[in-house]
């Protein structure tokens, strides 16, 4: 438990941070993803969820390349006759966009994120799971992906990426499909 502490308070802080009254002309990104991941190395494993693996929250400024987002997933899983598994990933991300995220007016008024350039998006994180014993593991990696705009407010996320778990010395192959709002 004392190992998700410190990837737990980053997140808080960042969260703190972009919420704080500074942060007032940044925007917001809300998304669910669902997710796929394939472990390669000394313990193989392989977890596909739908429709939603996690949450993310993204924070960018209009006219910048870069937004930060930290992202939560939590799952309890019981049978009948077996203690619950309660499981867990803390997830801190940095997108960096090729080009400047670009907010249009809308005949209403409104500022929407309409234009979103691909992205590269370096990302640390922290998963595990408890009951009947625990484990949890600290792992880092990269993605590569793409927001493309449906309506005003929504797009449509797709990511591949790469992973290391440093506990478990496994590589980890990922795709993620997601649903992103820009609330107003």
Not at 45 to 62: C, E, H, M, N
């Amino acid at each position: 438990m004392r190992s998700i502490l410190r990837p737990a308070s980053l997140v808080v802080l960042v969260l703190l941070v972009a919420t704080s009254p500074a942060a007032a002309q940044r925007r917001v990104e809300l998304g669910i993803d669902a997710g796929a991941v394939f472990g390669l190395g000394h313990t193989s494993s392989v977890s596909i969820t739908l429709p939603g693996s996690r949450f993310r929250a993204g924070f960018f400024r209009p006219g910048s390349r870069i937004s930060v987002e930290p992202s939560l997933g939590l799952g309890y899983h019981k049978v009948e006759g077996v203690t619950g598994v309660f499981t867990y990933d803390l997830e801190l991300g940095t997108l960096f966009h090729f080009r400047p995220i670009a907010v249009e007016n809308e005949g209403t008024g409104g500022e929407v994120a309409r234009v979103i350039p691909p992205y590269i998006r370096p990302f640390v994180g922290v998963t595990g799971f408890s009951g009947g014993g625990s484990d949890s593991e600290f792992s880092a990696g990269v993605g590569l992906g793409a927001k493309v705009p449906w309506r005003r407010d929504l797009a449509l996320r797709f990511e591949a990426n790469v992973g290391y778990g440093f506990d478990n010395k496994a590589t980890r192959i990922g795709a993620l499909a997601g649903l992103s709002y820009f609330p107003r």
